[in-house]
């Protein structure tokens, strides 16, 4: 309680120095603690248990698992349209392995935010393949799809976290391998004091090899996120990493999910 009071104030007094400076911070995680050292994945990956799939994932084809505050990696990268930052897009990757192929009908993303609404109430969506270091690779899907704005129940930095979902036309995948996904919560509504403050920190997942409530046959994929930003001079780079959009401390996976069968 002490930590999650202090990280609150610290933020509530970064913020607006980090602004008067004409910049806003991308990262939470490296506002408030140490560096911290990447996980890395077991090669024996199980889940701990059955997992419990999210209400919000339903059918659920994937889901990442759940940001843990507790953990010493835990961080949020912004992953936003808004009236501070204007672009800014975080892209997780997916494995699909179904020899009969995936019908997608969704996609979410977890958020550590200041805010708990969008305006306007939609989402850009877009789910890609062959995306690399610098690379952009080749969009297969993408849209804007009416959303949903609902709390998880946790937080994380003195934010509260939400899932911010779209659900679309059916989307077939019919190779195997990584897909790429990404949802961008919005608030670009300049009539909307709500959006005066709004920032969208997409929520790592940090828990591999046992994610909490990961739902899918396979393990995540570790260190291959991309951030692209013209906001802050991001051409597809590594989330991950000393050198990468989160500073070293955690992003090597983010709480994401794909609605589906």
């Known amino acids: 309680m002490k930590k999650t009071f ?6 509530a007094m970064l913020v607006p120095v980090a ?16 560096r911290g050292t990447s996980t890395v994945m077991s090669p024996n990956w199980k889940p701990a248990s059955h997992p419990t799939i999210p209400t919000y994932c339903s059918p659920c084809l994937f889901y990442t698992g759940d940001f843990d505050s507790s953990n010493s990696n ?8 808004d009236l501070l930052v204007s672009d800014s897009h975080i892209y997780t990757a997916i494995p699909f392995f179904h020899p009969h192929g995936a019908s997608v009908t969704g996609l979410f993303v977890n ?22 270091s610098g690379n ?31 659900k679309f036309s059916a989307v ?17 509504n ?8 709004a920032r969208y920190f997409e929520s790592d997942e940090e828990d591999d090899p046992n994610p909490i409530n990961h739902v899918g046959t396979c393990k995540n994929v570790l260190d291959d996120s991309f951030w692209e930003s013209t ?6 780079a590594p989330t991950w990493g000393s050198t990468g959009g989160c500073g070293g401390i955690g992003c090597d996976s983010f709480s994401t999910g794909v609605l589906g069968k």
């Open 231 to 236: 906001s802050f001079g991001m051409n597809w």
């Open 111 to 132: 958020s550590l935010d200041t805010v708990g609404v969008e305006d306007p109430a939609s989402d850009p969506w877009d789910i890609r393949t062959g995306v690399s």
């Open 136 to 166: 952009g690779g080749t969009s297969v899907a993408s849209g804007n799809s009416k959303s949903t704005d609902t709390p998880t129940g946790r937080s994380g930095f003195g934010l509260n976290e939400y899932t911010h979902l779209v």
């Open 74 to 81: 835990a961080n949020g990268l912004a992953n936003e349209s």
């Open 6 to 11: 202090l990280a609150a104030v610290l933020i």
């Open 190 to 197: 300049a009539n909307d004091s709500n959006c005066d403050s």
């Open 19 to 34: 602004l008067a400076q004409n910049s806003v911070p991308a990262s939470l995680g490296e506002m408030i603690q140490s």
């Open 172 to 188: 077939k995948l019919t190779k195997q391998g990584h897909y790429w996904t990404n949802v961008t919560p919005q608030c670009t």
